[in-house]
Nanobody, 114 residues
Framework: QPVESGGGLVQPGESLRLSCTTS????????VGWYRQPPGGQRELVAG??????SYDDSVKGRFTLFRDYAKNTLYLQMNTLRPEDTAVYFC???????????WGQGTQVTVSS
């Protein structure tokens, strides 16, 4: 099961970095990504790596960046210029191509407020 960390309370315009550490090799996972669920809303993909292709939701392009530490089997989500609408619980998800494994982390709260 992936383990997330790095959430918190920040002001608009500030940055946070989320971490997702897995027991799988971060370089070979078919899908690894960050989803978020705002209060009262649906869970949605924010950014992910699917079969080595990077994907970002339009709302975070240019502000959020994914990068991996292969030695630590960790996926990072660098979030810059945060906005109040980024407030949500952020979840890490890892999945095999054929569903041979499919895990969600416990979630980490990100709150952007002045």
């Amino acid at each position: 099961q992936p383990v997330e960390s790095g959430g918190g309370l920040v002001q608009p315009g500030e940055s946070l970095r989320l971490s997702c550490t897995t027991s799988f090799s971060i370089g070979t996972i078919y899908l690894v990504g960050w989803y978020r669920q705002p209060p009262g809303g649906q869970r949605e993909l924010v950014a992910g790596i699917i079969n080595e292709n990077y994907s970002y939701d339009d709302s975070v392009k240019g502000r959020f960046t994914l990068f991996r530490d292969y030695a630590k089997n960790t996926l990072y989500l660098q979030m810059n210029t945060l906005r109040p609408e980024d407030t949500a619980v952020y979840f890490c998800h890892v999945s095999g191509k054929w569903g041979e494994y499919d895990y969600w982390g416990q979630g980490t709260q990100v709150t952007v407020s002045s």
